[in-house]
C-alpha cells in the first residue's frame, strides 16, 4: 500500500513570495490534515479536511495561507505572501476511520524563508 | 498554551540506560497515542491507549495512561541508537474532534 506523498520535499523562497505543498494521501482515506511543524517541536495543526469538507480551521492564518482539497483526494496549501517566521516542515497526514485512529504521516516538505 | 506538555524536551543517554518521557495534561482524553518521529520524516505510531491505567508494552517500550486519563508515560528499558528520535505525545479530548500533539522529546541514545 503506498504512503501518503507530499512535494516538493525543499524549497527555499524570499519573504513575501508565494509557495505552494501537495499532498495526495492513502487511497480510500476521508480525512486529511494539514500540519505545521516548526523544529524539534510538536506539530500544529493548519486544517482537516473530511473528503473535500473543511472540519477545522480555526488555526489556520487565512490572511496568507489556503487550502483545497476539491476533488476528497489530493490537497494543496498555499502561502502567500511568505513570511520568515513560516519557515517550518510542512505535513500532510490522512486517516481512514478505523477504530485506532491512527494518522499516517508524509515525509513533509521543508520550507525555509530567508 | 499548549494543551499537551511534555517532559524533559531534551535527553541525551548512554545506550544500556533507561528512561522516561511524561505527557501531562489537565484535560481529560478519550484516547492518547505516542509517536516516534525520525529526522527527515513524518512521525508513526508506536501505540494508542483508551483506558485509564492502561498499560501496553512494545518490546523494550512501556506505556502508561493515568488513571484520570490527563497524562501518560513512555518508559525505555536497555535504550538503544536505534531509539534516537522525536517523542510526541497527541490526545484526543473528550469534547474535541482532532488529535492534539504535545510539545516533544528529543531524544539521543549514544553508543
Known amino acids: 500500500e503506498a504512503g501518503v506523498a507530499q512535494s516538493p520535499r525543499y524549497k527555499i523562497i524570499e519573504k513575501r513570495q508565494s509557495v505552494a505543498f501537495w499532498c495526495n494521501p492513502i487511497s480510500g482515506h476521508a480525512t486529511l490534515y494539514w500540519y505545521q511543524q516548526i523544529l524539534g517541536q510538536g506539530p500544529k495543526l493548519l486544517i482537516q479536511?473530511?473528503?473535500?469538507?473543511?472540519?477545522?480551521d480555526s488555526q489556520l492564518p487565512k490572511d496568507r495561507f489556503s487550502a483545497e482539497r476539491l476533488k476528497g483526494v489530493d490537497s494543496t496549501l498555499k502561502i502567500q505572501p511568505a513570511k520568515l517566521e513560516d519557515s517550518a516542515v510542512y505535513l500532510c497526514a490522512s486517516e481512514g476511520g478505523s477504530n485506532t485512529g491512527e494518522l499516517f504521516f508524509g515525509e513533509g516538505s521543508r520550507l525555509t524563508v530567508l | 498554551t499548549q494543551l499537551l506538555e511534555q517532559s524533559p524536551q531534551f535527553l541525551s543517554i548512554q545506550e544500556g540506560e533507561n528512561l522516561t518521557v511524561y505527557c501531562n495534561s489537565s484535560s481529560v482524553f478519550s484516547s492518547l497515542q505516542w509517536y516516534r518521529q525520525e529526522p527527515g520524516e513524518g512521525p508513526v505510531l508506536l501505540v494508542t491507549v483508551v483506558t485509564g491505567g492502561e498499560v501496553k508494552k512494545l518490546k523494550r517500550l512501556t506505556f502508561q495512561f493515568g488513571d484520570a486519563r490527563k497524562d501518560s508515560s513512555l518508559h525505555i528499558t536497555a535504550a538503544q541508537p536505534g531509539d534516537t528520535g522525536l517523542y510526541l505525545c497527541a490526545g484526543f479530548p473528550n469534547t474535541g474532534n482532532q488529535f492534539y500533539f504535545g510539545t516533544g522529546t528529543s531524544l539521543t541514545v549514544i553508543p
Open positions: 479536511f473530511q473528503n473535500n469538507g473543511v472540519v477545522d
